[in-house]
């Protein structure tokens, strides 16, 4: 592809997925067997970018490089961009029902740190948002940040994750959805009404069945922490304080969890976590106009300025 990366074409029943041993006889979904109910996507959730209309568009389609029927993509992975692993904050993780706000004020022995809106101990069978898509700026070769949805079950923990995420030599933004098959109780995800596949509940404990915890917001490494007890310039959204709010701050649109019947539904609590203010904040803001159901949030920051301390 034009970013120097290299993409394989790989039977469909020879993807890597299917080496899990609990998918050893899994027959592979094609389609949903049912569709959420309530959600449309808005034409104005992408800002600062190289298109103002996002499409199922990568770099390596440009040159006309497409795979064939019954195959799927596969990119090769780089040994020297970080991975994505999943990680639950530390201080929100026990956190419920103690108000609407935490503020950490901690480190996490990995440099991770969030800004999220969340909703606890109900039922949820999915999780929808429109997410503001922008080009933050990393300043570490092994840090990253995301805008992105979690969808957590316990006391296992398992989590679903997806959203953007930029790293200092890769920036691949993608705006999701995510819900469980009403018939045969896959997670499916999907980008821009697009199904990109799904998550076997076969390969969960926790969230076989449903989700108790989702949240929405962003995530960060902060290597300095690690390395000398600073903190980052990397920014989280748009690298904008979320009190400046439309087209300055970084947004979730219409953040919404699913019902066992498939319907979008309002949060109806919501409770706040950032790990460190005032590197990045989150604020609920005035609410942009939508015709679908869900709550509006403004999230993000420059990471290290003069009232960012460590």
């Keep these: 592809s034009a970013d120097g990366g290299v993409i394989d074409c790989v039977q469909l029943y020879k993807q890597?997925?299917?080496r899990h041993p609990l998918l050893k006889n899994h027959v592979?979904?094609?389609?949903?067997?049912?569709?959420?109910?309530?959600?449309?996507?808005?034409?104005?959730?992408?800002h600062n970018s190289s298109?103002?209309?996002?499409?199922?568009?990568?770099?390596?389609?440009?040159?006309?490089?497409?795979?064939?029927?019954?195959?799927?993509?596969?990119?090769?992975?780089?040994?020297?961009?970080?991975?994505?692993?999943?990680?639950?904050?530390?201080?929100?993780a026990d956190h419920r029902g103690g108000g609407n706000h935490l503020d950490g004020k901690e480190t996490d022995p990995t440099g991770h740190e969030f800004v999220q809106a969340s909703i606890f101990g109900g039922n949820y069978y999915g999780a929808t948002a429109n997410i503001n898509v922008w080009s933050p700026k990393v300043e570490g070769d092994n840090e990253f940040s995301t805008a992105q949805l979690w969808v957590y079950a316990g006391p296992e923990v398992n989590v679903i994750e997806f959203g953007w995420m930029v790293t200092k030599k890769?920036?691949?933004?993608?705006?999701?959805?995510?819900?469980?098959d009403l018939e045969t109780g896959n997670w499916w995800l999907t980008f821009q009404g697009e199904e990109m596949g799904y998550f076997p509940p076969v390969i969960f404990t926790s969230l076989a069945e449903r989700s108790n915890r989702v949240?929405?917001?962003?995530?960060?490494?902060?290597?300095?922490?690690?390395e000398d007890g600073g903190h980052t310039a990397t920014e989280m959204g748009s690298g904008r304080y979320a009190g400046e709010g439309f087209s300055q701050a970084c947004y979730f649109q219409n953040a919404a969890y699913l019902t066992s019947d498939g319907v979008a539904t309002d949060p109806e609590r919501i409770e706040t976590f950032t790990s460190r203010e005032p590197c990045y904040n989150i604020d609920f803001g005035p609410r942009v106009a939508?015709?679908?159901?869900?709550?509006?949030?403004?999230?993000?920051g420059p990471g290290a300025s003069p009232s960012c301390t460590f």
């Design 290 to 300: 939508s015709p679908s159901p869900g709550a509006h949030f403004y999230f993000g």
């Design 51 to 92: 298109t103002s209309n996002p499409q199922l568009i990568q770099n390596w389609h440009k040159n006309g490089g497409f795979c064939p029927p019954g195959t799927i993509p596969i990119t090769r992975s780089k040994l020297n961009v970080p991975r994505k692993t999943a990680r639950v904050p530390t201080s929100f």
């Design 16 to 18: 890597p997925a299917l």
């Design 170 to 180: 890769q920036n691949q933004p993608s705006i999701f959805t995510s819900w469980t």
């Design 215 to 226: 949240s929405w917001g962003g995530e960060v490494v902060n290597s300095k922490s690690l």
């Design 28 to 46: 592979i979904q094609m389609k949903p067997s049912s569709y959420p109910h309530g959600i449309k996507t808005p034409n104005h959730s992408h």
